[in-house]
């Protein structure tokens, strides 16, 4: 199933900023600017962070931003928080076999 | 600020059907693509469907292309996923989302569908 690429894991110190990738192609992130976020705790729906590649819904904190370079696209957080500790999915519109492409999720464990 | 509450979740044998609901409110529902959004446990999110805030579009992904159908009453504010021949490999939680194209602000609570023998 083709989907969009992301490191399964990463981690950080409170206080530091990391930054999580998602891969996809010229069909989904390299062609369009509709790159989501989304975060996750373990029994909660998803919640949307970014839209439009770089946009923060009102009431998401600053402390998140996105960015998109060709077919990559990233999020970076800031000021690392315990509450951060979550799962990360990104997500695209798509040209390809589907309308919208999700990545696979990343781990962000705060250390 | 809006919800959306999904049921219509159960256990149910290979190869059978079943319909979810998504009530919505606190919003212009009618003004909204809807979205269908499935996570099998312990894995990611897949797209499962879309439907444009008329209802005159639909849109699926090979998956389940010809075997689920998205609809919507807008006079009820709800949206539906008819979902047929199901295979073992549809057991997942199904999220209703407000949005179409990727972005979905609004999420409901989710309703479990269980295909086994």
């Known amino acids: 199933q083709s989907g969009l690429t992301q490191p399964a894991s990463v981690s950080g110190s409170p206080g530091q900023s990391i930054a999580i990738s998602c891969t996809g192609t010229s069909r989904d992130i390299g062609g369009y600017d509709y790159v989501s976020w989304y975060q996750q705790h373990p029994g909660r729906a998803p919640k949307l962070l970014i839209f439009d590649v770089s ?20 999020l970076s957080i800031s000021g690392l928080q315990a509450e951060d500790e979550a799962v990360y999915f990104c997500s695209s519109y798509s ?9 696979g999720g990343t781990t962000l464990t705060v250390l | 600020e809006g919800q959306l509450l999904e049921s219509g979740g ?11 609901s998504c009530a919505a409110s606190g919003f212009s529902f009618s003004n909204y693509a809807m979205s269908w959004v499935r996570q099998a446990p312990g894995k990611g999110l897949e797209w ?8 005159g579009d639909t849109f699926y992904p090979d998956s389940v292309k ?25 057991t997942a939680l199904y999220y209703c ?18 295909v086994s023998s």
Not at chain 1, 55 to 74: D, M, N, Q, Y
Not at chain 1, 95 to 103: A, C, D, I, S, Y
Not at chain 2, 10 to 20: E, I, T
């Open chain 1, 95 to 103: 040209t390809g076999v589907t309308f919208v492409v999700f990545g």
């Open chain 1, 55 to 74: 946009e923060r819904p009102s009431g998401v904190s600053h402390r998140f931003s996105g960015s998109k370079s060709g077919s990559t696209a990233s």
């Open chain 2, 48 to 55: 499962v469907s879309a439907i444009s805030g008329s209802g």
């Open chain 2, 97 to 114: 989302a407000e949005g179409g194209t990727g972005s979905y602000e609004k999420w409901g609570q989710g309703t479990l569908v269980t």
């Open chain 2, 66 to 90: 010809g075997r689920f159908t998205i609809s919507r009453d807008n006079s009820k504010n709800v949206v539906y996923l008819q979902m047929d021949s199901l295979r073992v490999d549809d």
């Open chain 2, 10 to 20: 159960a256990l149910v044998p290979p190869g059978g059907s079943l319909r979810l």
